[in-house]
């Protein structure tokens, strides 16, 4: 026996359409998210090329559901050195691609889209020319993070290392 398909939404910037069953649902890849949902102060440093601590680092981020729970929105505001930084990421899992995407939209006008990898409490972002190592500790209300940009020569290099905790 088939389902007749009825009116609902697909996805939203669709509308209503004629649609069969009830489509996708939460998985455990998007409950996997609520690792990242809080509070955070984030502190740490550049790494300047020598592998030596450069300007000092220091925001606050907030890491929220968006609407339908399918979605992490994470807004940034702080300073590197003399510098106000700051952005907005939209992390998800992407079932058509069978992994998480990050879309990093950065206080200077930068657009950086990034897989993310999960395994345990590591995560791994990839771009194209950068790459970070999230690693939660301490029940998930601590991450340590390195940051690395690909140089000329296409050899990455650290670039930043800071922690985040969780302060609610």
């Known amino acids: 026996m088939t389902e007749e398909p009825t009116p609902r939404v697909v996805a939203v910037n669709r509308g209503t359409e004629q649609a069969a069953g009830q489509g996708p649902g939460r998985r455990p890849q998007h ?3 609520e690792a990242w949902v809080g509070r955070w102060i984030n502190t740490g440093h550049m790494i300047d090329d020598d592998g030596n601590a450069g300007a000092t680092i220091t925001t ?12 992490i929105v994470h807004s940034a ?9 700051g952005g907005t990421e939209v992390i998800g899992w992407d079932e ?10 950065d206080s200077r006008g930068n657009v950086t889209v990034s897989s ?6 590591t ?27 690909m140089d000329d020569a ?5 670039s930043m290392k800071v922690t985040l905790l969780k302060i609610e």
């Open 31 to 33: 409950d996997a998210l």
């Open 60 to 71: 606050s981020d907030v890491y929220a559901w968006a609407p339908g729970g399918f979605f």
């Open 77 to 85: 505001y702080g300073r590197i050195g003399e510098f106000d930084v």
């Open 96 to 105: 058509s691609r069978g992994h998480y995407t990050s879309h990093f939209f």
């Open 116 to 121: 993310l990898t999960a395994r345990g409490d």
């Open 123 to 149: 995560w791994t972002y990839q771009g194209d020319t950068t790459r970070s190592t999230v690693e939660f500790s301490d029940d998930h209300r601590v991450q340590t993070v390195l940051h690395e940009r």
């Open 154 to 158: 296409a050899i990455y290099r650290p």
